[in-house]
């Protein structure tokens, strides 16, 4: 008896590559090239003072280095994770035989960068993770039976990542569901808060957290609308200016998304219970760097750093704000309005 020949398998069809949109594509899902780390891409999106999308360039490595001096065996705490990149330059100054905490609220982007970190080879003896805001380091703190660090950093600004994905919110070029939040997972979008807020309380709002000029004006054209995308508030915005220049315009809408987004996350509050607890997160002679960009949160710090030098908690404080170099606000633009500040908690001097 023959044995019956089964048909061969049909091969699988062939599947076109998806087509590059262009040498520069302008939407975020079109951007696969910098999303799957082409590596001539994301060269040439460097070379051209951006940041590749999905990513985030560290500002002020080499000042921030200097300001909290790691030394191999200390304790360091990143407050504000983001993608990693100054928690893998502390790393490698620390060790061996020192641990990182690096702690983060963002439900998103947290994940993936403990899993670059992880990727890199740093396992849970020197880099553990905590989905927390840095106003939660005290109890993160003592959960790893920790008196306190030897350095701590937080990086207070919005991560490229957040930025640039439009589904996020933050976005005042790309169009996208008006949200905003840094944890999605908590609180409610700058959608409600929109329909929610009256004329006066907007204005406030405008004044405290983005110094902005024509807040009154503006709280009239905004408050309790219904407005659902980042587009529609831009234009909302736009609309309610009188006539003036484009740059005018667009730094108007800048200082409404930052006021907002402020509002949002609660972050004056969290960043205020954050500095009363931190003098008491450090060890003697513990170092602290804090990255803002924008004069509210400055202000908070220059006044806290001050009051805590001349009630004798620090035993200095940086006598300027440190800001980027020229060279570096060429080459990541994103970086021109960071302002450091550092310093150091009364007692013992870290052994170098």
């Not at 910098?34 to 000042?63: F, Q």
């Not at 849970?124 to 993160?140: C, W, Y």
């Not at 710090?301 to 009051?307: L, Y």
Request: net charge positive; proline share 8%.
């Amino acid at each position: 008896m023959s044995e019956e020949k089964l048909p061969a398998p049909s091969p699988a069809p062939h599947k076109r590559r998806v087509r590059y949109r262009g040498k520069n594509p302008r939407r975020f899902e079109d951007k696969y090239k910098e999303h799957g780390r082409d590596p001539e891409t994301i060269a040439k999106v460097i070379a051209s003072g951006k940041t590749p999308v999905g990513t985030h360039r560290p500002i002020l490595v080499a000042e921030i280095l200097e300001a909290l001096a790691p030394q191999p065996g200390e304790t360091a705490v990143d407050c504000t994770l983001g993608y990693g990149g100054h928690a893998q330059e502390l790393l490698a100054k620390i060790l061996p035989g020192g641990k990182l905490l690096g702690l983060d609220q963002d439900p998103v982007e947290f994940p993936k960068s403990e899993a670059r970190l992880r990727a890199m080879g740093f396992d849970e003896k020197v880099f553990t993770a905590h989905r927390s805001n840095f106003a939660g380091l005290p109890q993160i703190l003592a959960a790893q039976n920790l008196a306190g660090a030897d350095l701590i950093l937080a990086d207070l600004g919005v991560s490229s990542m957040q930025i640039d994905d439009p589904a996020r919110g933050f976005s005042v070029k790309l169009d996208g569901p008006l949200d905003m939040r840094m944890n999605p997972q908590r609180g409610q979008p700058a959608s409600v808060l929109l329909q929610k807020i009256k004329p006066d309380a907007l204005a406030e709002l405008l004044v405290n957290n983005a110094d902005e000029p024509r807040a009154a004006s503006l709280a009239s054209q905004l408050a309790e609308k219904s407005l659902s995308s980042t587009r529609q508030l831009a234009e909302a915005v736009r609309a309610a200016l009188p006539r003036s220049g484009k740059g005018d315009a667009d730094l108007t809408v800048r200082r409404v998304f930052q006021a907002l987004r402020i509002a949002v996350n609660d972050e004056f509050s969290a960043l205020e219970n954050f500095l009363r607890n931190l003098p008491a997160c450090l060890k003697p002679g513990g170092r602290v760097a804090l990255l803002t960009f924008h004069s509210g949160e400055d202000r908070r710090v220059k006044k806290a750093f001050a009051a805590g030098l001349a009630s004798g908690i620090y035993s200095k404080i940086s006598d300027e704000v440190i800001r980027p170099t020229p060279a570096e606000q060429h080459s990541n633009p994103r970086s021109a309005p960071a302002k450091l500040r550092w310093a150091i908690r009364a007692g013992e001097v870290a052994s170098a």
